[in-house]
C-alpha cells in the first residue's frame, strides 16, 4: 500500500508565528501572532473572530492570572490593533505563558498549542461544578491545513483536533478533558480550481489523520510544560 508524500507547507504556515512584548497591568507579557495573509479559511471558537469565515491572521494574547476585563473581545482587538494587524482575524485569550508554547507538524499539518491547566476538569461536570466561574487557564490550539476543507470539514477538523487533545491530556496522566475556557482554531487553504475542498476531516481522513497527529504532540508537550 503506498503513502501520499508529505505536502510542503506554504511559506505563511504556522512556522512563521512570532512572539511579541507588552507591559500591562505591571506585568511583562506575551502574544503569539501568526501573520497568516490571504487565502485562508478558519473554523474557531475564539472570543473575537469566531466561526467560519476568511481570516488573514491570529492572535493568542496572554493576560495576567486574575484577569478581571469583561469586554475582552473588545481587548483583543485593541491588543490586535496596537500589533499592527489589520483586517478580519482570530483573537484567543489565556493566562498560560505563550512563550513556552509547543509546536509540531505532520505531512504539512501544523499545530501550535498553548497550555494553562491548573483549572482543569470534565466536559459533563455536575451542575455545581459546571457553575463555578471559568477562570482563564486555558489551552489553545491553532493548527493550519494546507488543503482547502469545505465547511462540515472544518467543524469535522475542530472536532478531530479537540479529540486530540483529551488523548494527550489522557495519556500525560491528566484526568480531565480540557479546561473550561479552552479554544481551538483550524486554518484551511481558500478553494482553488485546482485544489477542491476535501469533504473530510475526521480522524481517519487524510487531513484530519495528520492535523490529529500534530495536535496530540503539540498538547504533548505543551501540558509537560504547564
Known amino acids: 500500500m503506498s503513502t501520499a508524500p508529505p505536502v510542503p507547507a506554504p511559506p505563511t504556515a504556522l512556522r512563521s508565528a512570532r512572539l511579541l512584548a507588552r507591559t500591562e ?11 497568516a ?3 485562508w479559511r478558519m473554523i474557531s471558537s475564539a472570543v473575537l473572530g469566531g466561526g467560519i469565515g476568511e481570516r488573514d491572521w491570529v492572535l493568542n494574547a496572554q493576560v495576567a492570572h486574575g484577569y478581571r476585563r ?23 485569550m489565556t493566562a498560560a505563558d505563550v512563550t513556552r508554547h ?9 499545530a501550535v498549542v498553548t497550555a494553562g491547566i491548573s483549572v482543569r476538569g470534565w466536559a459533563a461536570a455536575p451542575a455545581l461544578a459546571a457553575a463555578v466561574p471559568a477562570q482563564p487557564g486555558t489551552i489553545n490550539i491553532v493548527v493550519a491545513v494546507p488543503a482547502a476543507l469545505t465547511d462540515a470539514a472544518l467543524v469535522n477538523a475542530a472536532t478531530t483536533a479537540t479529540e486530540a487533545k483529551v488523548q494527550a491530556l489522557l495519556e500525560a496522566g491528566h ?52
Open 25 to 35: 497591568d505591571g506585568e511583562r507579557l506575551h502574544a503569539l501572532v501568526w501573520r
Open 37 to 39: 495573509g490571504p487565502g
Open 70 to 92: 469583561t469586554d475582552p473581545e473588545r481587548h483583543l482587538a485593541e491588543l490586535a490593533a496596537g500589533a499592527g494587524l489589520t483586517g478580519a482575524g482570530v483573537g484567543l
Open 102 to 110: 509547543a509546536r509540531a507538524e505532520d505531512g504539512g499539518a501544523q
Open 175 to 226: 484526568a480531565c478533558t480540557g479546561t473550561p475556557t479552552d479554544a481551538v482554531c483550524v486554518a484551511a487553504r481558500l478553494p482553488a480550481p485546482a485544489d477542491p475542498p476535501h469533504p473530510f476531516a475526521g480522524p481517519r481522513s487524510l487531513w484530519g489523520a495528520r492535523l490529529a497527529r500534530a495536535v496530540h504532540r503539540a498538547v504533548g508537550e505543551a501540558v509537560a510544560h504547564a
